[in-house]
């Protein structure tokens, strides 16, 4: 029930996968921008295309929250 690393460095290009290992749904979901859904023991991703920070957090699950720190390559 957390998202693991929370927070993360990427560069512009990259693509961010993230892996459910729990027995719930989650996703990964930016407000007004991008959701990636996390089925139970499935993976979703998605590539990053500009520089800054990235707060998203799980829909189903508000109290989870991550970063990601984007930079130009
Ligand atoms: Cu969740």
Do not use: Q
């Not at 295309?49 to 970063?67: V, W």
């Amino acid at each position: 029930m957390a998202f693991s690393l929370a927070e993360i460095s990427a560069k512009v290009g990259d693509t961010i996968e993230w892996v459910n290992k729990d027995a719930f749904a989650h996703t990964a979901t930016v407000k007004g921008g991008w959701e990636v859904m996390l089925p139970v023991k499935k993976s979703g991703s998605i590539a990053v295309e500009k520089a800054g920070t990235i707060n998203y957090y799980c829909r189903l699950h508000p109290n989870m929250k991550g970063r990601i720190m984007v930079t130009r390559p």
